[in-house]
């Protein structure tokens, strides 16, 4: 079955500093990737996607991933991070030609001043 | 154009009653889907409905838990008998399916509370 490993639960980092968000995932089938950011009692709001193509993807809000097949990873990064970027930040993926996502636990990303 | 709307955003049941969640896609979108999020969890998928057809419930619980996506109006989730271990945030997202690829969006969530 596939699983979403997400390997650090928090991170916290200063404001302009650089950050990566770590994502693993076990599937024996292609996939689908995504990142996804939720803000304190709000829904989720899609911050990028890997579907096919370049590996590395680039998203809302300054954010990029990059998808390593051999690895099975898709980490999130971001060169500068604002206070704003405070929030949870959740990776999915999907098997291609299913409509499930599967989540991992989330990071939650708390940005100092 | 509105997005994903969920009512209500919170709901107190206690136990024993029922709780009916309701999800209006966006519009035009004709793909709902239903995921719980417990406290320090990670959304787990339940159930994916397109009008009229429950297409994929593997996520649901055998028991007391029921979804519909009727011809007109919203998608429902209804929990009956309601229990303790029900209280989560409950997550409708919405889909239009083009050729193959899709992307879910996602509404606020209905947190759930029982008492």
């Known amino acids: 079955a596939q699983s979403v490993t997400q390997l650090d639960s928090q991170v916290p980092v200063f404001e302009e500093a650089p950050v990566e968000l770590r994502c693993n995932y076990s599937s024996s089938v292609s996939v689908y990737l995504f990142w996804y950011v939720q803000y304190p009692n709000q829904g989720l709001q899609l911050l990028l996607k890997?579907?096919?193509?370049?590996?590395l993807v680039k998203g809302i809000n300054g954010f990029e991933a990059e998808f390593n097949k051999s690895q099975t990873s898709f980490h999130l990064r971001k060169p500068s991070v604002h206070i704003s970027d405070t929030a949870e930040y959740f990776c999915?993926?999907?098997?291609?030609?299913?409509?499930?996502?599967?989540f991992g636990k989330g990071t939650k990303l708390t940005v100092n001043p | 154009n509105a997005g994903v709307m969920q009512n209500p955003r919170h709901l107190v049941r206690r136990r024993g009653q029922e709780a009916r969640l309701r999800c209006s896609p966006m519009?035009?979108?004709?793909?709902v889907y239903w995921y719980r999020q417990l406290p320090e969890e990670g959304l787990k998928f339940m159930v994916y409905?397109?009008?009229?057809?429950?297409?994929?419930e593997s996520g649901m619980p055998k028991e007391r838990f029921s979804a519909e996506f009727p011809k007109e109006g919203p998608s429902i989730l209804r929990i009956q008998q309601v229990v303790r271990g029900d209280s989560a945030a409950y997550f409708c997202?919405?889909?239009?399916?083009?050729?193959?690829?899709?992307?879910?969006?996602f509404g606020p969530g209905t947190r759930l509370t029982v008492t």
């Open positions: 999915a993926v999907s098997d291609k030609g299913s409509e499930k996502l599967v």
């Open positions: 519009k035009g979108h004709s793909h």
């Open positions: 890997y579907l096919s193509g370049s590996t």
């Open positions: 997202a919405s889909s239009l399916r083009t050729s193959g690829v899709y992307e879910q969006y």
């Open positions: 409905l397109q009008k009229e057809n429950i297409i994929d």
